[in-house]
């Protein structure tokens, strides 16, 4: 049997037979085969029995004496070949152990870590778009395996609850990407405009893509020994001007016998089957005790060293982690706690250590994955889009987006203060997807001509304009023109200031467009026919400190969507969905004093049909909502069938707005059950009223465009 330093180690087993056993040496007995009736520990003392040597296979936790109540709880030793002990810690309340982790943190390390923060971030901001990779064994199967698939495909093996001896057998054993150049790998990343690149050493399967001294379950393992694919692609990145770096899972492991994650070999908590987890309470918060085998066996035997091996050993730029519910705030403060004082200029994504009040003790937030749109959100942050629904290579999902998703994905992202962390899954063979290179080419094509209004800028101070979005970098607004209408007239609103000059940045010839001032707030720019093109961007050089004003420009001809997610003011109570499709909403309605609002202005007053989407998790939640403007106001009574996040409902009514600005204004009139998540209104203009313009006094501003004529 294994032998581990144990002190003072005691254990006495009463078995099911009548049998009393005391041994004194844990660590070098071997338990006889039987069914055990009760098992007292040594005070002080905790201990794991597990069924094969070397501290693995199914396991039980003892902690002081344990006495099963009915014959299914009693521990069945069909062979007991290896006994872990530890000292127990002092009984901690789950809130205690946290608060004291946070408090220890923000008095000192965190806090004086904190003013490094801005030079950490300082070539992040700047970057904007970057590579996530995700790869690794399991890129075999392309989510595909025994005739059984799952969605993520990186998560195939707690899916299909593959045993470690067959996942090795035939993942790991026969893994050899003989394909894999990490020159080409970034080359086509660089050439799609991203500026860093982030890639999976270790994933939730708990095999390192790296040789790992520190836990040797590595690549060593594979056919691909004598290779290290992160040391290639950290050259490639140097070579090539792109910051790297490691996704590495510290919380979810499904290899270490001790690790939360894998309840099919082990009887782990944190796996899908939820062992000693109560009322929904996280394992940790419902068995406190079990914390030190898991903290001192896994993290400290596992996670910390590989996690301090990966910093000295590759100098990485950035460190990426996911899934901290795993393990307590405590433990992940420790690990981060680790990071700083290795690395103190290492940037950490937001998923590491984050709660207790803290939106994260990273370096910036993190929304969710998968993003169709972006929800709003402060300070700086990061959106991880992939390109079909899968992380991991996939062949049976071929739901590949197109480039101009991401491109308008990007423009979205910058425009709201965050960056674009997209995810490619490269084959097993060490390729990228074809369809992956052909979205990257697309998006590269865009970005050759682009890139300088996406890197470098930041959020717009501008309202929202219904044709697309504005970045910003000093006096530059950069106009990314998704809806470029008919006439090629944009309307720049909500700018104060005198414009310069305005050029399309994929003219090659820089030609300064024709441009008018149209009233206080507006500035037409008129776009020439051979510059019209799909995701034009305009380059707006403004004079002086640039100054905002009104609220966001209805079109007097164009239909316009006022997304959820846009509204300026959202009542307290209401939550946003994650973003991912059809789940653009705003949630939580279940009061009558809650509003979404959203500034408006209209230059004439204008009927508008308005069309509101939504979708409801029961057939009977719904009521009445209203929506106003000014003195007008209509109400609708929600009457669609059909329930679910995929099932969208729709209803219409008719408003009228006035000209000039006010708040539109959408509320619950009666609630019933949930009421409905809210997800946009389309608003169709039903005709122009012959009424005095609010802005212009009525004026119309005509001007010769090289003997073309305009009206505006």
């Known amino acids: 049997m294994d032998r581990m330093n144990l002190e003072a180690a005691r254990v006495e087993i009463l078995f099911r037979d009548g049998r009393r056993e005391r041994y004194a040496d844990c660590a070098s007995c071997l338990l006889p085969v039987g069914t055990m009736a009760s098992v007292t520990s040594h005070a002080g003392m905790q201990y794991i029995l597990y ?110 609850a593959i045993p470690l001896a067959e996942y090795r057998r035939n993942f790991i054993d026969p893994f050899c990407p003989d394909r894999f150049d990490a020159k080409e790998w970034v080359r086509l990343a660089k050439e799609a405009g991203m500026s860093y690149f982030v890639i999976t050493a270790k994933h939730h399967d708990g095999f390192a893509m790296y040789p790992s001294d520190a836990y040797p379950y590595d690549i060593r393992m594979t056919r691909f020994a004598g290779r290290d694919p992160m040391a290639e692609l950290k050259d490639a990145c140097d070579r090539q001007g792109l910051k790297f770096g490691f996704y590495y899972s510290h919380a979810y492991d499904w290899e270490h016998p001790d690790a939360p994650g894998n309840d099919w070999d082990y009887e782990n908590p944190g796996g899908t089957r939820g062992l000693f987890e109560i009322n929904g309470r996280p394992w940790y918060d419902s068995h406190p005790e079990m914390l030190e085998r898991v903290a001192r066996r896994y993290v400290d035997g596992k996670a910390i060293p590989q996690i301090v091996e990966l910093l000295q050993n590759y100098q990485p730029d950035i460190l990426w982690f996911d899934t901290p519910h795993k393990l307590p705030l405590s433990e992940n403060l420790r690990i981060l706690k680790t990071i700083r004082q290795t690395s103190p200029d290492v940037v950490v994504n937001g998923r590491l250590a984050r709660g207790s009040d803290f939106p994260t003790f990273g370096d910036y937030v993190n929304t969710a994955d998968r993003p169709a749109e972006l929800y709003p959100t402060a300070g700086d942050w990061e959106a991880i889009p992939t390109t079909n629904e899968s992380y991991g290579y996939n062949n049976a999902d071929r739901s590949h987006k197109p480039a101009s998703h991401f491109i308008d994905l990007l423009g979205k992202a910058v425009s709201r203060g965050g960056n674009l962390l997209m995810n490619l899954g490269p084959m097993g063979d060490g390729q990228y997807d074809p369809a992956d290179v052909t979205i990257l080419k697309g998006i590269g094509d865009w970005f050759r001509g682009n890139g300088s209004a996406i890197r470098g800028c930041s959020r717009s101070p501008l309202p929202k304009q219904y044709w697309g979005e504005i970045t910003r970098n000093g006096n530059v607004l950069y106009l990314h023109v998704t809806r470029m209408p008919e006439d090629g007239v944009i309307i720049l609103s909500g700018l104060l200031n005198p414009v310069q000059r305005a050029v399309v940045l994929t003219d090659p010839e820089c030609r300064p467009l024709d441009m008018v001032r149209r009233n206080f707030y507006d500035t037409a720019l008129f776009v020439p026919e051979a510059l019209r093109c799909d995701r034009t961007v305009i380059a707006v050089t403004v004079s002086g400190e640039m100054l905002t004003g009104g609220g966001r420009l209805l079109p007097e001809r164009e239909t316009d969507c006022l997304q959820a997610f846009d509204a300026d003011v959202i009542s307290a109570g209401l939550t946003h969905g994650d973003g991912k499709t059809n789940r653009s909403y705003i949630d939580g309605f279940r009061r009558t004093d809650q509003q979404l609002v959203w500034h408006i202005r209209a230059l004439r007053k204008t009927d508008y049909l308005v069309r509101i989407r939504y979708t409801r998790l029961h057939e009977a939640d719904g009521g009445v909502f209203g929506i106003a403007c000014g003195q007008h106001v209509a109400e609708c009574t929600v009457s669609g069938n059909g329930t679910g996040e995929k099932t969208i409902l729709t209803d219409e009514l008719y408003l009228t707005v006035e000209a000039g600005c006010s708040d539109l204004v959408l509320y619950p009139v009666s609630v019933v059950g949930a009421f409905i998540r809210i997800l946009d209104l389309t608003l169709i203009p039903q005709r122009s009223g012959a009424v005095q313009d609010s802005d212009t006094g009525g004026v119309s501003w005509e001007i010769d465009l090289g003997g073309e004529s305009k009206t505006i």
């Open 51 to 160: 069924e094969e040597p070397e501290y693995r296979g199914k396991s039980w936790f003892i902690d002081g004496t344990v006495t099963p109540e009915t014959p299914a709880d009693f521990i069945p030793l069909q062979c007991i070949r290896s006994i872990a002990g530890m000292k127990s810690t002092p009984a901690v309340s789950p809130r205690q152990r946290d608060a004291e982790a946070v408090q220890e943190a923000c008095a000192g390390w965190w806090a004086q870590d904190a003013v490094l923060r801005d030079r950490r971030l300082s070539w992040w901001r700047q970057a904007r778009f970057g590579c996530f990779v995700h790869w690794g064994v399991y890129a075999l199967a392309g989510g595909v395996y025994r005739g059984r698939t799952c969605g993520y495909a990186e998560h195939l093996e707690r899916a299909l």
